[in-house]
C-alpha cells in the first residue's frame, strides 16, 4: 500500500493525495465526511488517511460523491459494509452511483489511446487498482438544496459533464472549493501541471463540462482541491481561465 500524502489545508479540511487519485476528509468536532473515496484497492490508504486525521471509521458521519467514476467510488462497497451511513450526491449522480447507468472511458477508448506510454502506464495502474469492476453504491441518494447537513457543511454545485450529475462541493467559510474532475492540476496521463481540463476521452460532455466552469468563477475562496494533482491556491475565477485556454 502507497502511503498517502495529507496536508490540513485549513481548519478541518484535510487533503489527501493517494497514488493516481484524491480524496478530501472534513473534520467537525469528533465527527467527519469523507468526499469520495479513491479505486478499490485504495481502501487501505482511505483507512490511513482517515487514522492519520484523528478519527476513527466508527465517527464517519457521511460520505459525498463527487462523481461516481469508479477512481472515486471504489472504496466504498467495502468501506461502508455493515454501516449505516449516508451516501450524498446529485440526484442524477446517486442513480450513475447506484449503476442505473454507466458513464466512463470504455477499455476500447483507453485501449485506442494507449500507444502513448502516460496512458499505457496508467491503465496498468487502473488494472492493478481494481479499476475494471462496475460496482457501484446502492445506497446512494440525492442531497437536498443549500449547505448540507454533514460536517464541514459545504455547498454542494451540480457541474454537469465529466458526468452528467457531477458535483463541486464549496466550503465558503473555510475558502476551500473541491472540483472532482471537473477541474483538476495534473493526471498520471499528461506531464502538464497546473489548473487544466482532463482529456476528452474522460468526459461524458467535454464541452458542457466546460460551460459548467463558468460556476466556479465568483465564488469566494482561494483554496482549490481537485480529483488529481496537488491542491492550488489562487482565485478560482484564475483557476477557470487557466483551464480553459
Known amino acids: 500500500m502507497s502511503t498517502p500524502t495529507v496536508t490540513e489545508v485549513a481548519d478541518g479540511v484535510h487533503f489527501v493525495q493517494g497514488k493516481a487519485v484524491n480524496w478530501t476528509i472534513l473534520t467537525e468536532g469528533d465527527a467527519f465526511t469523507l468526499v469520495d473515496g479513491g479505486y478499490p484497492g485504495d481502501l487501505d490508504a482511505v483507512l490511513s488517511s482517515i487514522e492519520r486525521v484523528g478519527r476513527t471509521l466508527d465517527q464517519l458521519a457521511a460520505v459525498l460523491v463527487t462523481h461516481a467514476h469508479v477512481d472515486h467510488i471504489g472504496s466504498l462497497p467495502r468501506l461502508l459494509d455493515g454501516r449505516d451511513v449516508p451516501v450524498l450526491t446529485s440526484e442524477t449522480e446517486a442513480r450513475h452511483a447506484r449503476r442505473d447507468f454507466l458513464e466512463q472511458a470504455t477499455p476500447l477508448q483507453v485501449a485506442a489511446a494507449s500507444w502513448r506510454p502516460r496512458v499505457l502506464s496508467w491503465s496498468l495502474h487502473v488494472v492493478a487498482a481494481g479499476g475494471m469492476t462496475k460496482a457501484g453504491v446502492p445506497r446512494a441518494t440525492g442531497f437536498g438544496a443549500g449547505p ?15 458526468t ?38 474522460f468526459h461524458h460532455d467535454a464541452a458542457a463540462n466546460r460551460r459548467s466552469l463558468a460556476q466556479l468563477r465568483s465564488l469566494d475562496g482561494d483554496v482549490l482541491l481537485p480529483g488529481h494533482g496537488a491542491a492550488w491556491h489562487g482565485s478560482y475565477a484564475d483557476a477557470v481561465e487557466q483551464a480553459l485556454a
Open 148 to 162: 448540507l447537513d454533514v460536517p464541514g457543511h459545504p455547498v454542494p454545485i451540480v457541474t454537469p459533464g465529466h
Open 164 to 201: 452528467s450529475g457531477h458535483t463541486c462541493y464549496h466550503l465558503a467559510q473555510a475558502g476551500v472549493l473541491i472540483t472532482g474532475d471537473a477541474l483538476v492540476t495534473g493526471h498520471a496521463t499528461v506531464a502538464r501541471t497546473g489548473p487544466q481540463v482532463l482529456a476528452g476521452i
